[in-house]
C-alpha cells in the first residue's frame, strides 16, 4: 500500500484525510500575472539611498523585470506537486497539509508549522534531509515522520468562515490533524506564527501528547525588556552584552519596521491593493521586517545570499494564485498574544538563535523562559526564515533538540 493509500485509508467520512489534487495554474492565469506586473503604475524614487523609506523602487523594478520575463513558475508547480499533499477537515475547514513518512524504523513524529509571509514552501528544502537522514550525512536514529500543514486561510487551506482562529485554536487543530494520522505523541517546530503555534501546542497537550519543541522565533523577552523596547525607551539597567543588543534589534523593530503587522492586526480588509496588484503583493511581502528585506534584495541584482530570486518568487506567486493575502493577514486580527513574551512553556525545549531574526535570543533569556532547555545554538548567519534560508542549520538544530525525546 503506498503512502497515499495509506493515509487515505485511516479515516472516512467528515474525518476524511483526502489526497490533494495536482496544482496546475492555466496558461491564461500566468499571461494575466505577466500582464499585470507590466502594467504596473510606478512611484518615484524614494528620496533617500536606503530603505528607510521602504522597499526601494529598484529593487522592485528588478524583481519585476524578472518576474515578467525570466521567472518559471512551472519548476515550483511541477516540485510541489511531486510532494505528497492532503486534506482533511478539522473544526469545520479544511486543512491543507504535507505528510511524508520516513522509511525509517522508530522515526519521531514532527509536525513543523510556517508563519507570514511564508508558505509550506518554506520548508521544502528540509523535508529530505528530516525524513531521509543517512542520504544527508546524519544517522537513521535521527529521521522524523513529518507534517507540514498550512495555517487555515494560507496556501491551499481555504480562510476560515467563521471568527475565532487565532493561534491557541490552530494549535487544538493541529492535535485533531496529528492524532487522524496516527501520532497520538509527537514533537513541533515553527518559527513566526508558527513558534506561536508551537508554543501554544506545548501549553495545550505538555509531555502527555507534546513531547517537546523547537523554536527559531522563541518567546523569551522579560516583560520589563519588551515594554520598554515597545516604548522605545531606555533598556532596564544590567543588561549584558547579547541582551542589549537584543533589546536594540526589539525597539529598532516596534518603532520603525511594524507597520505592516499593525495595518494587518487592526484592518486586514482594507488591504485589497494586495488582490489586484501583483507588485504591491510583493513589496508588501518583502517589507517584513528590515533585516529579510536586505538579505533578500541583493538576490534580484546577482547576489543571492540564503534566498535566490526563485525562491522568493515562489512564495509570493503561491500568494497570488492562491488568492490569500487577505485571509492570510486576518490571522493578525485575531490574535491576542504577545510575538516574543514568555508564555510559560514546561516541555523540553530547543532554540536556534540566527542574527539577522527580528531580534537574537539571548541564551539567558531562553533558559529562564524555558525551564527545560535542552539545546541552544546562536549561528553566525541567518535570519527570519531559518527552514528555507539555512536549511541545513535547521534540520541539524531540529535533530539535536529532539534527541533527548528520543533517548527518554
Not at 61 to 68: C, D, M
Not at 267 to 282: E, F, N
Request: charged share 15%; proline share 7%; net charge negative.
Amino acid at each position: 500500500m503506498t503512502q497515499v493509500e495509506q493515509v487515505a485509508a485511516t479515516t472516512t467520512g467528515t474525518d476524511a484525510v483526502r489526497t490533494f489534487p495536482q496544482w496546475n495554474v492555466s496558461e491564461a492565469e500566468l499571461a494575466e500575472l505577466r500582464g499585470r506586473i507590466n502594467a504596473t503604475v510606478w512611484p518615484t524614487a524614494e528620496l533617500v539611498t536606503d530603505q528607510r523609506q521602504g522597499v526601494q523602487l529598484a529593487t522592485m523594478q528588478a524583481l519585476a523585470r524578472y518576474w515578467a520575463t525570466d521567472y518559471d513558475w512551472r519548476k515550483c508547480e511541477a516540485k510541489l506537486n511531486a510532494l505528497p499533499q492532503f486534506l482533511t477537515e478539522v473544526d469545520g475547514t479544511d486543512i491543507h497539509l504535507i505528510h511524508v513518512r520516513s522509511k525509517h524504523e522508530n522515526a519521531l513524529p514532527l509536525i513543523i508549522t510556517h508563519g507570514w509571509p511564508g508558505s509550506y514552501i518554506e520548508q521544502t528544502k528540509v523535508i529530505d534531509p528530516l525524513t531521509n537522514p543517512t542520504a544527508h550525512g546524519a544517522s537513521a536514529s535521527d529521521a522524523f515522520h513529518l507534517v507540514i500543514p498550512s495555517i487555515p486561510g494560507y496556501g491551499h487551506s481555504p480562510g476560515p468562515t467563521t471568527l475565532g482562529w487565532d493561534p491557541v485554536r490552530v494549535a487544538k487543530a493541529w492535535i485533531v490533524l496529528m492524532k487522524r494520522l496516527g501520532y497520538v505523541q509527537f514533537v513541533a517546530q515553527g518559527g513566526d506564527w508558527g513558534a506561536a503555534v508551537t508554543q501554544q501546542l506545548a501549553l495545550l497537550a505538555p509531555n502527555t501528547t507534546v513531547l517537546a519543541i523547537h523554536s527559531n522565533m522563541p518567546g523569551t523577552v522579560p516583560g520589563d525588556v519588551l515594554a520598554k523596547a515597545i516604548a522605545n525607551a531606555p533598556p532596564p539597567a544590567g543588561l549584558s552584552g547579547d541582551e542589549l543588543h537584543a533589546y536594540g534589534q526589539l525597539a529598532d523593530f516596534y518603532t520603525r519596521h511594524l507597520g505592516y503587522a499593525v495595518e494587518m492586526s487592526n484592518r486586514p480588509q482594507t488591504l485589497y491593493g494586495l488582490m489586484d496588484s501583483p507588485i504591491g503583493l510583493a513589496a508588501w511581502i518583502l517589507d517584513h521586517d528590515k533585516d529579510s528585506y536586505e538579505l533578500i534584495a541583493p538576490a534580484f541584482f546577482g547576489h543571492p545570499g540564503g534566498l535566490s530570486r526563485d525562491d522568493v518568487l515562489d512564495n509570493i506567486t503561491m500568494y497570488w494564485f492562491t488568492r490569500t493575502a487577505i485571509t492570510s493577514a486576518r490571522l493578525y486580527w485575531e490574535n491576542k498574544l504577545g510575538f516574543f513574551n514568555v508564555q510559560g512553556v514546561t516541555v523540553p525545549t530547543g532554540v536556534s538563535a540566527n542574527p539577522y531574526e527580528i531580534y537574537c535570543a539571548p541564551r539567558s533569556w531562553a533558559e529562564k523562559a524555558y525551564p527545560k532547555l535542552v539545546y541552544y545554538k546562536k549561528h553566525d548567519i541567518g535570519g527570519h526564515f531559518m527552514a528555507w534560508e539555512q536549511p541545513q542549520f535547521f534540520c541539524e538544530d531540529v535533530r539535536a533538540s529532539f534527541k533527548t525525546v528520543r533517548q527518554a
